[in-house]
């Protein structure tokens, strides 16, 4: 008898939908496309010289090590290196609050397997990233969306959404994915205060902060969380979670990236990803560590900064110069990506349609809002085309836009 697949599936399965912006990026592979919907960084800053060097330089004095099972907390000089990494920022951590995963989103999907029961609730950022909501959305929670504005998600709502009996809140402070958007310091202090005095976890995630081309630095909630609550300098036993990864500053292929938190916190995240695929892979850990030691990953930053830095002028003076009136946008300091807000009666997903025959493509708005939300809205990444297919693309879109008026 032919197994009835559908009805086999778990209830939470039920829950697993593939990615919209996945379906999307189908679409776009067609090379006549200029694509401003993935979150991809640009494949011309991908540092091929130096891993080419470092792989060989590992497997020469590694040998079977570096081909052999290892922890599942990760390679012990990489955990050192993001130990180093928070001390210059004044945080105090050791090996054992850091874990390292197969890229943030990994991250993400243990920290629903250890702490999300089914119905559980979660504050997310309206709108918010969208591989969250994917990751969590398999442990059946809810999700409470926080309205924001131009500064990110609003104190006072923050609070208001804490009634709801919430479990966690999922942030993203800096060059928010989808958004651009920046919480300017004074306001991550309100909310990590909000968020003491009802006892609520933060998991703060952070793929961009390090990708900044103008104004100054923002310390991270985590290490505001550390002022805040240890003055003595301990060794960090806060309440935030916090998420980044070596996808958008070396290469998003090798799947690597960090969470720092709470001991305790971590040792559970470690049994939970032993379940899951034992450790991430020891050549990668390797030889990525080989490649961003010594320097190299500082001066790299600073030269996808200016690749970026300039991508992104091009894009926002392309959209001066050629979206309607009744049109807006952020205009992120940092990051990968800037959103649109379209006149109330133009649906984004409709829009698409229109964007792809004139061979330019975006994401719509609406799936980053888990509830409801945003339908004349999109995302515009700027990353990874050129500044010549970013003019033209912005063209292509600002004529979509007129013919939908
Ligand atoms: C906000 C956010 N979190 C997590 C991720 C996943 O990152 P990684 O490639 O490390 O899995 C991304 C990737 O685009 C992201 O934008």
Sequence with gaps: MKTHWEAR??????????????????????????????????????PIKEFTIASSKVLDEQGPLALQYSTTEGYNPLRDWVVADMAKQGLKIERENVIFTNGSQQGLDLIGKIFLNRGDKIIVEAPTYLGALQAWNSYGVEYVQVET???????????KALRYG?????????FQNPTGKTIPQDRRQK?????DKHGIPIIEDDPYGQLRYEGEHIPSILCMDDK???PGGDVYDGNVIYLSTFSKLLAPGIRLAWTIGPKEVIQKLVYAKQGTDLHTSTLIQMVAYETA???????HIEMIKKTYSERRQVMLDSLEEHFP???????????????????????AEDLLQVAIEKKVAFVPGSPFYPNDG????????????????IKEGVKRLAEAIKASL
């Design 9 to 46: 599936f778990a209830h939470r399965t039920k829950k697993i939908m593939s990615s919209v912006i996945r379906e999307i990026l189908k679409f776009t592979q067609q090379p006549d496309i200029i694509s401003f919907a993935g979150g991809l960084p640009a494949p011309d800053v991908f």
């Design 149 to 159: 504005d131009e500064n990110g998600i609003i104190p006072e709502e923050f609070e």
């Design 166 to 174: 919430i479990k966690l809140a999922y942030i993203l402070p800096s």
């Design 191 to 195: 909310i990590l205060e909000i968020a």
């Design 228 to 230: 805040f609550r240890n």
């Design 293 to 299: 030691k010594d320097g190299f990953l500082e001066k």
């Design 325 to 347: 009136a009744c049109t807006s946008w952020t205009k992120p300091e940092g990051g990968l990506f800037l959103w649109v807000t379209l006149p109330e009666q133009i649906n």
């Design 374 to 389: 945003g339908k004349n809205t999109l995302r515009l990444n700027f990353s990874v085309s050129n500044p010549d297919e």
